[in-house]
């Protein structure tokens, strides 16, 4: 009896030890829980000796979190770098309708793909980058949404790339810019063999992700990765850890003079192109604000009429709008 007992015991599982300092997010159905938090923490955790390494200020003010799906942290004080925003947007696992809509509408929609997103977006210091371009490496998998979801990325086309993985394509503006990127050691580090599963896209860029309302004139630029949050996050730290040295690298990309021109010829087009259309809404703009304040101005002269005039008025109106109805009909 002892011999069982024993047998018992030790396949038996160990006691679940409920954490007293949890004050996230929980969901319970008896002895078992689930909490998102740890979710991401795991992944900041991995992450963590790295910014610690590269950031005099790593993790400024820790992990933030706007809801139950998206968490910030921000890490400043490195040369080539004025500052990382890594950004997590994960599925609503908070949500059970909302996770399960997501699981439905992907087996209607094959394209359709929900994952939990981490984004390092690098804001690279002044003069760090020689030149203003655009230029990114994407999963085929991703070109769909990345082409709907970031406009500057519609300075670029897609074009394929032999020093690169075959799951991989190229969105460049011009050939010596893949070139000349490329060389940053950038190639080396895309065809490592455990990054696929988790490789969304890795850009270079001096537009905003969203077309601007107004031209701008200064442009800042980005190095921003993205990746599915890997299971096991030690598989992406290589990748991540090798873009510092990319981004160390990069002041030595070079491109030909002529390719700078037309660099800069694409810009100026399109900074006249919303110079032109933010021109032509405050005219709009200015229209609209004169008719309105004329429909004011004829509301307030009307009420101050006695209630025949006012009544006159009405049956004018009404013979107008029946004049102009015929008129439409008659023409058609």
Known sequence: MNAVT???A???PPPFVNPVDYDGLEFKWRFLAFRPAYFQVEVVSAFTPLLTAQFSKPLVNGVTSDGYTDFFTFSTGRKNVQALHTIF????RHDLFQYLFQILWGLID???NPVDDLQLDFTLA?????GDFVWA???KSELRNVKKDRWDLSFTKTTENPLLPNYISVMSEFADVTDAVLKTNLATLLAGPNIQPYFRSVSITDQPRLQPEAAHGSREKHLILSLVV???PQAC???VSGLFTVIDNIHKVTLRPETKTKLRKARDEVDKKLKEAGQKEKVEEALEDKRAAKKRAEEERISKLSAAEQQKYLDRERKREMRKSQGKTVRK
Do not use: C, E
Request: no cysteine; glycine share 0%.
């Open 126 to 130: 002044p003069n760090t980058v020689p």
């Open 6 to 8: 024993n047998v018992i």
């Open 89 to 92: 947007t994960l599925k609503p």
């Open 230 to 232: 890997p299971s096991k």
């Open 237 to 239: 730290l290589i990748l």
């Open 10 to 12: 030790r396949l038996t």
């Open 110 to 112: 094959v394209q359709y």
């Open 137 to 139: 490496a994407v999963a």
